[in-house]
């Protein structure tokens, strides 16, 4: 057996942490501050607001103020969007260039070679883990796809993590932010590439989300449904940057690229469809009875909280049955596609994404 694992070098848990962040940044620090939703006060600090999922315009138009102002600090809070955007630019501050050079697939796909410019990563919401994982995803409208700039070397100091942050969230924000999380976890612990490490890490996840998503949906100010979402999202990030994805995040990508549909919402409703695929072509036995076991239910449960969390069909966003083959062949190219444990054939593909109409 042969793995790596890769984390960050610190994790600050705990209600009320956020009170904690002048600790962390040194006192001569120019800091560039890349958040969404409400700006949080943070003095001295240059702002870059994040408005919905970065795209390359964002992270060059962020590169250009951080280097204008000779930032050398980095804090990145808010939703995944916002520590994506982070994420990124403290790359590319200490690598050079703009976002296109290092984007895969799509882009050069040049190597992140120099650690990133020292930043913190601090999550509002329970859903991507981005605050552990080792990838930025970017947009590139023109070009209709979402793709990673990805390395070990971008992972922040801290992920400082603060329950109490999301009891403002909206519900729908919960919902999709939430499924998110649960369907990272099934991903990383069914994938192709999964580990002892990212099995107990996934699984764990896998229980809570299912135990406290509805809850926080439910109420927001239930504080302890949104610690038990904080950990499950924290869970879904160390697992899916040490195991990969799967068939549900090789849709969301090249969806969440040419169509309004939330990340959290194409996951939520593609993750009981792509489930249902899997088993039916033999994968991961043994795992997915587990899903069941600690889900209480599997793939019924799964589909049961796409409908108690009110999450919308994907035809709702303008996907129609013509552009089924096209959304399929893009989702091939898509990086996660690899680790699904299965090789699903493109009728299978296609018929997933009906059911997802």
């Known amino acids: 057996m042969t793995f790596d694992?890769?984390?960050?070098?610190?994790?600050?848990?705990?209600?009320?942490?956020?009170?904690?962040?002048g600790e962390f940044v040194p006192t001569s620090a120019r800091v560039l501050l890349v958040y969404n939703?409400?700006?949080?006060?943070?003095?001295?600090?240059?702002?870059?607001?994040?408005r919905g999922e970065p795209t390359v315009t964002d992270i060059d138009r962020a590169l250009t103020i951080a280097?204008?102002?000779?930032?050398?600090?980095?804090?990145?809070?808010?939703?995944?969007?916002?520590?994506?955007a982070a994420k990124a630019v403290a790359g590319l501050l200490s690598n050079g260039g703009v976002a296109s050079d290092y984007m895969e697939v799509v882009g050069r796909g040049q190597k992140i070679t120099r650690p990133a410019t020292s930043w913190i990563a601090i999550p509002t919401t329970a859903g991507t883990g981005a605050e552990v994982t080792r990838n930025a995803v970017i947009g590139w409208p023109e070009k209709k796809f979402k793709v990673s700039i990805r390395s070990?070397?971008?992972?922040?100091?801290?992920?400082?993590?603060d329950p109490e942050l999301a009891v403002d969230v909206p519900p729908d924000v919960t919902a999709r932010s939430g499924m998110d999380?649960?369907?990272?976890?099934?991903?990383?612990?069914?994938?192709?590439?999964?580990?002892?490490?990212?099995d107990a890490i996934a699984i764990k996840g896998v229980e809570l989300a299912g135990q406290f998503v509805k809850r926080a949906f439910d109420n927001g100010r239930d504080i302890e449904a949104r610690e038990g979402m904080a950990l499950a999202a924290l869970f879904s990030?160390?697992?899916?940057?040490?195991?990969?994805?799967g068939a549900v995040h090789g849709f969301a990508a090249p969806l969440g690229a040419n169509y309004p549909i939330p990340h959290g919402t194409a996951c939520g409703v593609l993750l009981p469809h792509v489930i249902e695929a899997n088993r039916a072509a033999g994968?991961?036995?043994?795992?997915?009875?587990?899903?069941?076991?600690?889900?209480?239910?599997?793939?019924?449960?799964?589909?049961?909280?796409?409908?108690?969390?009110?999450?919308?069909?994907?035809?709702?966003?303008?996907?129609?049955?013509?552009?089924v083959p096209s959304m399929v062949e893009l989702a091939k190219r898509a990086s996660s596609m690899r680790y699904n444990p299965v090789e699903l054939p493109d009728d299978v593909l296609r018929e997933i994404l009906r059911k997802s109409l």
Request: hydrophobic share 45%; proline share 6%; charged share 20%.
């Open 67 to 84: 280097r204008g102002a000779r930032c050398d600090f980095i804090l990145g809070v808010g939703g995944g969007s916002a520590i994506d």
């Open 181 to 198: 999380a649960l369907c990272q976890c099934i991903e990383a612990y069914v994938s192709a590439n999964a580990n002892p490490m990212t």
């Open 237 to 245: 990030g160390i697992a899916l940057t040490n195991a990969g994805l």
């Open 152 to 161: 070990e070397l971008l992972l922040p100091q801290i992920a400082l993590i």
């Open 37 to 50: 939703g409400r700006k949080p006060a943070i003095p001295h600090a240059v702002d870059f607001h994040q």
């Open 5 to 21: 694992f890769f984390n960050v070098p610190r994790v600050v848990f705990a209600r009320g942490a956020i009170a904690r962040v």
């Open 283 to 323: 994968a991961a036995p043994e795992k997915y009875s587990e899903i069941d076991r600690v889900l209480d239910g599997g793939l019924a449960r799964c589909g049961q909280l796409v409908r108690e969390l009110n999450l919308p069909s994907l035809s709702t966003f303008g996907l129609n049955e013509q552009r």
